[in-house]
């Protein structure tokens, strides 16, 4: 470390507020996850375009914490519940670091990456930590992690927009909405109508799906038990890409078809229950609020007796009706499913995620390919890995599209007290499998374990 | 088409391109050379569109049917209007 810096702030407003819906669903999981809960840190890196100097990045700096009261917010349990505190003041503290021999911004990723293992004391700390990376005494890039109680990746998008902006000195209007907004509108009767139609929907899924994601019985997990395995796949972008455009369906879509296919298999069943990541920014209020407004929708998929075609069709009409249930209030969500849990003995287990990252829906730097053949043949050319380990994440199954840019990310976590590695491993090529062969042929469902080369784990039914 | 059609037709492309964030006009909406999902209609836009049109025309949309699944304005006005129907009657 080379020093460090102090960013006073002063926003225009403190206050204290109830938890919006969407603050209340991640107070619930940072909770639920304990020392695990650093998984839901959020790494993000701002880059220093031009020669700006220390004061200019502070400046900036400065701005962005006195605009979004997010950022200035800590959060409390009192005995009225847990609740949003706004300071109007303050001060941020930051570490200047030299990039040495690194490149500054795989410095800055790298750091914000460690950073991002510390948890965060949600009662006393800023919900932010930073560190800009220097090269030469010159500031190039802010390694930051954001607590998801404060940000989401829109949120996160959102500051890199501005973010630049300021640095070239422009002004910037003021923010229209906060999450303390947010959370008086969501009191409101629409909302309230909208939570209840919402909980509705999953009422009626809980008390049909299966108690487990899966049959079979635990074995002995692995150490650390939560293992992500990612995949990088050229030939996964530019399959789904192709499909999208063929059967006019988003390429989110056929992602979350193909995922599901090979959990249903996996699971020995020919319905797919998932929980789905959702930006929920379909209100225009929400859509320029530095907050955290995700929430999960309840996506059913009953695997279809004809072709994978038929899969995505459906899989985007489920998600659909998924999404416009992904808006509610979390407490009302959890007195119904507790409800559910008492009727059916306990509560069922929905612990398989689908999140696709990505904001546009697309790869814009793929490159250029030619026929559908060639398309397969990049096959050869994917990487799959072990990406990271985990405690108690508390996740059976989470399968994530990453934001790269160039090729196809998938990863998925698993239980490995419910799968082993070598299935994550083959679930993720299973996806790429058969998104390709669907290119040239018409892939029918019943032939889809022996093509992707999966199979009923432990046996299902 | 009816003049009320046409007017449905336009109200709803406005609202299309009023969802989409200005990435669709109105009069790409009503040219119909393309499936909306094609000019960048989104999941996310479609269901802020379904939460726009019940709230102006009071009607209840089911997400199961096949409204929701259109990608031209004129199968959007049609389904409206047969719903609109089906509530007067």
Redesign the interface.
């Given at each position: 470390m080379t020093g460090s810096a102090t960013v006073p702030f002063s926003g225009p407003r403190d206050g204290e507020a109830t938890l919006t819906w969407g603050q209340r669903l991640m107070w619930r999981a940072v909770h639920l996850m304990g020392d695990s809960q650093s998984f839901l840190n959020c790494p993000w890196v701002l880059p220093v375009h031009g020669r700006r100097d220390l004061a200019a990045v502070l400046r900036a700096l400065r701005a962005l914490l006195e605009r979004h009261e997010s950022l200035r917010t800590t959060f409390a349990a009192t005995p009225g519940g847990p609740v949003q505190r706004v300071a109007r003041g303050g001060e941020l503290a930051v570490d200047l670091v030299e990039s040495g021999r690194e490149r500054p911004l795989q410095a800055a990723e790298r750091i914000a990456g460690e950073l991002g293992r510390t948890v965060f004391a949600h009662g006393e700390d800023l919900p932010l930590r930073c560190v800009v990376v220097m090269d030469g005494g010159r500031p190039k890039a802010l390694a930051f992690v954001f607590s998801h109680l404060a940000v989401d990746f829109q949120a996160l998008s959102l500051l890199s927009a501005e973010w630049r902006a300021l640095l070239r000195g422009e002004e910037l209007p003021p923010p229209a909405w906060q999450p303390m907004d947010q959370a008086a509108l969501e009191r409101e009767e629409v909302f309230q109508a909208r939570s209840a139609r919402s909980i509705r929907h999953w009422r009626s899924v809980l008390d049909e799906v299966p108690l487990d994601v899966f049959d079979h019985p635990p074995r002995e997990p692995e150490e650390p038990r939560f293992l992500e395995v990612g995949m990088e796949s050229v030939a996964l972008a530019a399959a789904a890409g192709r499909l999208s455009a063929r059967w006019t369906v988003g390429t989110t879509s056929v992602l979350l078809a193909a995922c599901a296919t090979v959990l249903a298999e996996v699971s020995g069943r020919r319905r797919a229950v998932m929980q789905l990541v959702h930006s929920n920014r379909r209100d225009a209020r929400t859509r320029s609020m530095v907050g955290t407004v995700g929430q999960d929708g309840l996506f059913v998929l009953d695997l279809p007796a004809t072709d994978f075609a038929a899969t995505c069709r459906a899989a985007q009409r489920n998600a659909l009706v998924a999404y416009r249930n992904a808006h509610y209030d979390p407490y009302a969500m959890q007195a119904m499913r507790e409800e559910v849990g008492r009727r059916r003995g306990r509560e069922p287990d929905l612990d398989a995620f689908f999140n696709d990252r990505r904001g546009a829906g697309s790869w814009p730097n793929l490159p250029r390919l030619g026929s559908d053949e060639d398309v397969a043949g990049l096959t050869g050319e994917t990487r799959v890995h072990v990406a990271d380990a985990w405690p108690g994440v508390r996740f059976k199954v989470f399968f994530t599209v990453g934001t790269a840019a160039e090729t196809g990310q998938l990863s998925l976590i698993v239980d490995t007290a419910c799968l082993r590695r070598d299935t994550a491993r083959a679930m993720l090529l299973g996806v790429e499998t058969l998104l390709v062969r669907s290119l040239t042929e018409d892939v029918p469902m019943a032939g889809v374990c022996r093509l992707c080369g999966i199979s009923a784990y432990g046996g299902g039914r | 088409m009816t003049a009320d059609a046409g007017r449905l037709e336009r109200e709803l492309a406005d609202m299309i391109a009023g969802?989409s964030?200005g990435g669709i006009s109105a009069e790409e909406v009503l040219a119909g050379e393309h499936?909306l999902?094609?000019l960048g209609l989104?999941?996310?836009?479609?269901?802020?569109l379904?939460?726009e049109i019940e709230d102006a025309y009071g009607v209840d949309i089911d997400?199961?049917g096949e409204l929701?699944?259109f990608?031209h304005v004129g199968t959007l006005a049609t389904a409206l209007a047969s719903l609109l129907e089906g509530d007067a009657a």
């Open positions: - | 969802v964030g499936p999902s094609a989104t999941s996310l836009a479609r269901i802020h379904i939460d997400l199961r929701p699944t990608e």
